[in-house]
Every structure is written in structure tokens, then in C-alpha cells.
Nanobody, 119 residues
Framework: VQLQASGGGLVQAGGSLKLSCAAS????????MRWFRQSPGKEREFVTA????????SYTDSVKGRFTIARDNAKNTFYLQMNNLKPEDTAVYYC?????????????WGQGTQVTVSS
């Protein structure tokens, strides 16, 4: 499986961005997808997750009500719609794929995409 993230950029506070993560290869092995982010000087943190079937979705508290994760299985693509962005959302965002039969299965990391929110 390979992951290709895109959609990052510079936006003003209160604005929106939509990140995409396209999966290719043996996508039948994907159990779910997670987005993580890492800000300078901070540890990488979990943002949101969705199962391949779409029946399990979770968000970290700081993004609830602002971010929405979705998937288009026909396109093997996952999306992260980010609304009402705040400067503290500035980070490199990473899409990841859980490969196996549970959330505890190994994780494949894609390359990051930079999101910068100006105040």
C-alpha cells in the first residue's frame, strides 16, 4: 500500500482546508485510516480515524465539531475537511493506514502535508 497526501496550505484563522489521502496498492488490506499531526517542538498527536467500512469514527477533542473525516472507497481516498481553523492547528498532517484486521495492526505512514493557519 502507498499513501499520497495532499491539500495542505496556508489559510487564515477561521478558514477551511480539505486534505486528501489517496491509497494505492493492496487496499483490501486496509482496516482503517488515521490522521496525525505534528507541530514544531511538539509530539505527534492523533487527530481523527475512520474504519474502512466507515462505521467507526473518532476525533481528538480539540477538533470535534470543526474537522470531518470521510472516505470514498471507490476512489480509495480519504479526506479531512477542516473548518474554522485556528493557529494552533498549524502542523504537518500525516495520513496513515492500518493494515490488518484491527486497530492494533501495523500502521503505514504517508508523507506529511503542511497546514499553516495565520492569525
Amino acid at each position: 500500500v502507498q499513501l499520497q497526501a495532499s491539500g495542505g496550505g496556508l489559510v487564515q484563522a477561521g478558514g477551511s482546508l480539505k486534505l486528501s489521502c489517496a491509497a494505492s496498492g493492496d487496499t483490501d488490506n486496509i482496516y482503517g485510516m488515521r490522521w496525525f499531526r505534528q507541530s514544531p517542538g511538539k509530539e505527534r498527536e492523533f487527530v481523527t480515524a475512520i474504519s474502512w467500512r466507515g462505521d467507526t469514527i473518532s476525533y481528538t477533542d480539540s477538533v470535534k465539531g470543526r474537522f470531518t473525516i470521510a472516505r470514498d472507497n471507490a476512489k480509495n481516498t480519504f479526506y479531512l475537511q477542516m473548518n474554522n481553523l485556528k493557529p494552533e492547528d498549524t502542523a504537518v498532517y500525516y495520513c496513515t493506514a492500518v493494515l490488518g484486521d484491527s486497530w492494533a495492526s501495523p500502521t503505514l505512514w504517508g508523507q506529511g502535508t503542511q497546514v499553516t493557519v495565520s492569525s
